[in-house]
């Protein structure tokens, strides 16, 4: 199994600029989190989805960050215009039910610094 | 909102010597789980407790869960340079919310 794959592992951009981060959940799973580390505030979840339809999207800081979930081997999470708040990694997980207390599968993540 | 305390966020010990991390809740769990991370690396689920006052042990690690359901901890018995990461407590809470601690932070000096 090839786990949770998500890319690019490390991306460094300018303020300003359109960021995308990608994510492949482990196949046959059906749900996806979205969720962005910091030293301060620890892991937060942004978003998660069930059956490729997004379910709680309270996490999300503010309207310039979007994710989608065109199927369930995919999914995208945008921000537009990047600031350097957003500086964080961003893992992606996925699980292989709807209930909200089972283990978790944590991709990689995807180092973002915001210049 | 719904928060879960973990304490404390570091702990420094020599390699041989035990080492615990607590996790608090204010409101009454559903479940809880443990979940470590190497520098640099990424979560991964250790274990996870669902009835009052439950005992897991895996190896040198010991997990428990409280009897009120509000609390937990992970106890490790003779630390190594393996043990070395961040771990994380994740409790789910009743309206289904996953709250992670701030993770405890364990170094391991040889």
């Known amino acids: 199994d090839a786990g949770v794959i998500q890319s690019p592992r490390h991306e460094v951009t300018e303020m300003g600029q359109e960021v995308t981060l990608r994510c492949k959940p482990i196949?046959?799973?059906?749900?996806l989190f979205w969720y962005r580390q910091t030293m301060m505030r620890g892991l937060e979840l942004l978003i998660y989805f069930n059956n490729n339809v997004p379910i709680d999207d309270s996490g999300m800081p503010e309207d310039r960050f979007s994710a989608k979930m065109p199927n369930a081997s995919f999914s995208t999470l945008k921000i537009q215009p990047s600031e350097p708040r957003d500086s964080a990694v961003y893992f992606c997980?996925?699980?292989?039910?709807?209930?909200?207390?089972?283990?978790?599968?944590f991709g990689s993540g995807t180092q973002l610094s915001v210049l | 909102g719904q928060q879960v305390m973990q304490i404390p966020q570091y702990q420094h010990v020599q390699e041989g010597e035990d080492f615990t991390t607590y996790c608090n809740s204010s409101t009454t769990l559903s479940n809880i789980q443990w979940y470590k991370q190497r520098p640099g690396g990424h979560p991964v689920f250790l274990i996870q407790?669902?009835?009052?006052?439950e005992v897991k042990k895996q190896k040198r690690l010991t997990f428990q869960f409280g009897e009120a359901k509000k609390n937990s901890s992970l106890h490790i018995t003779a630390t190594q340079t393996t043990d070395v990461g961040t771990y994380f407590c994740?409790?789910?809470?009743?309206?289904?919310?996953?709250?992670f601690g701030k993770g405890t932070k364990l170094s391991v000096k040889p």
């Open positions: 994740a409790g789910l809470e009743s309206q289904g919310n996953l709250i």
């Open positions: 407790l669902v009835k009052s006052g």
């Open positions: 196949s046959g799973h059906n749900s």
């Open positions: 997980a996925s699980s292989s039910t709807f209930y909200r207390g089972a283990k978790l599968f």
